[in-house]
């Protein structure tokens, strides 16, 4: 059974989602910027890339969609938690996402066990790819791995590329004298910038769609812009707020979410519209 404001709405599932999913993607102009230069560089068998944005960006899901739209025969784990207390952890983690033995091995047989398979794989035209999500988690000498790894070849091929989405506090990081030679090897460091209100707006439109919905039946322009500018044009933030509106909106049985039900989501989220007397930063986003 669907939600009441789901069947008030004429919506087939829950619009804006609460977890990353790439097949909603919303292909926003500063997002496809962002892939661009970092398909690129993997093409081009560059071995270090990075890609930084601001929490709420929708940092989880481009490097969903950038595996989507690899070429050719490869292997991409895709590491969603970077809490790794040491190397045999980050192995441990590559290893289990390849669908290889990654228990009962000290640091030196993980390495190995990895820099085998990826070699091997290499020479019979697979590469490697391992995205790692929420990268400024990782210490120095994790990133100085990375490097490593990416020195790996079979032949004249790059075997191991590495992309890193983090928060710009990852910048930090690379400040470290030891990771000189990580800033050196770095082929891309692309970054994600908020969508303008226009954008917002279709990026509201584009999600109602999805959900089978008639937005011109479900919010006005004036809602839109509303939560477009309260939420600062974070992807986590529109659809945190547009649920909301929803939600509120079929608890007032209103027939539409217009701007009053929009900025109530608004202040139920301790957001504010830029221009506003009491403007608030946006806390949700962390």
């Not at 039900?261 to 221009?275: D, H, I, K, N, S």
Request: proline share 6%; net charge negative; with cysteine.
């Amino acid at each position: 059974m669907l939600p009441v404001y789901q069947e008030r709405f004429g919506l087939k599932r829950r619009p804006f989602p609460a977890t990353p999913d790439s097949s909603l993607y919303y292909p926003a102009t500063p997002h496809e910027a962002a892939l661009a230069p970092l398909l690129r560089a993997l093409e081009d068998k560059e071995g270090l890339l990075l890609l930084t944005a601001e929490p709420g960006m929708g940092k989880t899901i481009l490097g969903q969609v950038l595996l989507e739209r690899l070429t050719g025969d490869v292997s991409a784990p895709f590491l969603t938690n970077s809490h790794f207390p040491d190397r045999a952890s980050l192995f441990q983690a590559i290893l289990f996402d390849m669908g290889l033995p990654y228990e009962g091995a000290g640091e030196q047989v993980l390495r190995l066990r990895l820099t085998e398979q990826v070699l091997k794989d290499c020479a019979a035209g697979r590469r490697t790819i391992v995205v790692i999500d929420e990268a400024h988690h990782l210490s120095a000498d994790l990133l100085e791995e990375l490097r490593l790894l990416g020195n790996l070849e079979a032949g004249a091929d790059k075997a191991f590329q590495a992309v890193c989405l983090a928060q710009p506090a990852i910048l930090e990081t690379l400040k470290t004298p030891a990771l000189f030679g990580w800033k050196q090897r770095l082929a891309v460091q692309a970054h994600l910038e908020p969508l303008s209100v226009d954008e917002a707006c279709d990026y509201l439109l584009h999600h109602l769609r999805l959900a089978e919905g008639k937005p011109d039946r479900i919010i006005d322009e004036s809602g839109m812009e509303v939560i477009a500018r309260g939420t600062r044009g974070i992807p986590r933030l529109l659809n945190h707020a547009a649920q909301q509106a929803l939600v509120l909106a079929d608890a007032a049985e209103l027939e539409i979410v217009d701007a009053e039900a929009a900025l109530e989501a608004l202040a139920a989220l301790g957001l504010q519209v830029e221009g506003t007397d009491d403007e608030q930063e946006t806390p949700l986003a962390a």
